[in-house]
């Protein structure tokens, strides 16, 4: 019964700790992966004004416009 009792804790532990990790998965860490992915489609779709001038105003950085997403947002230059 002792070892029984004693699967049974470490069992009630690892169940706790996976509940505590996807917790602060799901609530801290999936958030910014979520809005950095959405920001780089953004960027594929998007269509950009990548000249030098507004680059060098942009600390290189274009001005980006995308029909779906509502005003203009900033892409890093890649290219």
Same mark, same amino acid.
């Given at each position: ?8 804790? !470490? ?5 706790? $700790?996976?509940? @505590? ?7 801290? #860490? ?13 960027? !594929? ?5 990548? $000249?030098?001038? @507004? ?7 274009? #001005? ?16």
């Amino acid at each position: 019964m002792k070892e029984a009792t004693g699967e049974l804790n !470490s069992t009630v532990i690892v169940v706790i $700790s996976i509940g @505590v990790l996807m917790t602060f998965f799901f609530s801290y #860490l999936w958030p910014m992966i979520h809005s950095n992915f959405k920001k780089e489609s953004d960027c !594929s779709g998007a269509t950009c004004n990548c $000249s030098k001038e @507004v680059r060098e105003a942009n600390d290189g950085k274009c #001005l980006c416009t995308h029909k779906d997403v509502d005003g203009e947002f900033t892409c890093v230059y890649k290219g």
